[in-house]
């Protein structure tokens, strides 16, 4: 069901972030790394939810074989997360001040947006191009990711005491640290059903 554009973004963007994530894992979980070490649960659902709002939701913005509603949709995301990670990188490693509630309320706005774009829509519906089932599955996919990286965010920042900012300031759970194991734990069991699908999805999308 995609098109030969659309399989070559995907493919290549996933090829992409797998190397990304190798290389920041490495990078990260040196001793004294701004930000602090970073677990394997929260280094797949970093990257995976790069893939899938920035890349994935981009690429099929432009897929003539959805519905227009979709398309727009994922592109109005897509547009979104894109102009959200300039701003997070910049408040990140510039100025230094970034702060887990701004990521809540753009989430947040983004949950608001998708859902009233999907409600206001006439031809949700509507199955065209081989996707019968997968473009209603995806946007609630999408829908179960925004939710989860609020709880995500929510829970880390209880976790370090907002303790996010300065040179000092922590961003990502680590591996062998006692209070991040309630969210990797929660982290690996939501990463198991969302990789999983858009695996299935990918796997339909390029056969068909």
């Known amino acids: 069901m995609f098109q030969l554009t659309t399989r070559i973004a995907l493919g290549s963007s996933v090829g992409l972030c797998v190397v990304a994530a190798l290389w920041f894992r490495h990078q990260q979980n040196r001793a004294h790394a701004l930000g602090g070490k970073i677990s394997n649960p929260k280094l797949l659902w970093l990257f995976f939810a790069i893939w899938f709002w920035l890349f994935e939701c981009a690429a099929l913005a432009f897929e003539p074989s959805l519905p227009l509603t979709y398309r727009i949709i994922f592109g109005v995301h897509a547009a979104s997360m894109w102009l959200r990670g300039a701003v997070e990188m910049f408040m990140l490693y510039v100025t230094k001040n970034w702060r887990p ?19 206001h829509s006439n031809n949700l519906g509507e199955r065209s191009g081989g996707w019968g089932l997968f473009a209603p599955a995806l946007l609630v996919m999408l829908v179960f990711s925004l939710l989860v990286e609020v709880l995500y965010a929510y829970l880390f920042f209880q976790a370090v005491e907002g303790k996010t900012t300065g040179d000092k300031g922590i961003w990502f759970a680590s591996e062998d640290e006692a209070r991040f194991r309630r969210i990797n734990r929660i982290t690996a069991s939501f990463n198991a059903p969302q990789v999983l699908f858009q695996l299935v999805l990918l796997v339909a999308g390029f056969v068909q």
């Open 101 to 119: 509630p701004i990521g809540i309320t753009h989430d947040v706005v983004c949950l608001l947006t998708v859902l009233g774009l999907a409600f």
